[in-house]
């Protein structure tokens, strides 16, 4: 299933179900779909899921470092692995838009 973030002060964005859950719930939100911020509770989500991807992201480096410390020169590397803070950079920043615009935020 596909979730659409959509607001006034971008264009639309597009996240699988499971991901989209996932950032909606660093952001202090249940997994309703759809639903809605209002333009005042756009900065305090904004707020919360910048705090939970900057723990993530200290966690995902610290479990690189000690993998790359286990890994011998022979084997082969599994595919890239593309984190959920590099997945969220669109969603924070259409929250960072619509905070400055004071637009509310929907996903469906």
Same mark, same amino acid.
């Given at each position: 299933?596909?979730?659409?973030? %959509? ?9 699988? !179900?499971?991901? /989209?859950? !996932? ?21 305090? /989500?904004?707020? %919360? $899921?910048?705090? /939970? #991807?900057?723990?993530?992201? +200290?966690?995902?480096?610290? !479990?690189? +470092? ?17 984190? $959920? ?9 259409? #929250?960072?838009?619509?905070? %400055? %615009?004071?637009?509310?935020? #929907?996903?469906?």
């Amino acid at each position: 299933m596909i979730v659409t973030f %959509k607001s006034k002060a971008t264009g639309n964005l597009i996240y699988f !179900k499971d991901i /989209a859950v !996932k950032l909606l719930s660093l952001m202090g939100r249940d997994d309703k779909v759809p639903s809605a911020l209002y333009a005042e509770d756009v900065s305090v /989500a904004l707020t %919360k $899921l910048q705090l /939970a #991807l900057t723990a993530i992201a +200290e966690e995902e480096q610290a !479990k690189a +470092e000690q993998s790359e410390a286990g890994i011998a020169q022979n084997e082969v590397k599994a595919k890239p692995y593309i984190s $959920l803070t590099v997945r969220a950079q669109p969603l924070v920043e259409m #929250l960072q838009r619509a905070a %400055k %615009k004071q637009c509310p935020v #929907l996903w469906e």
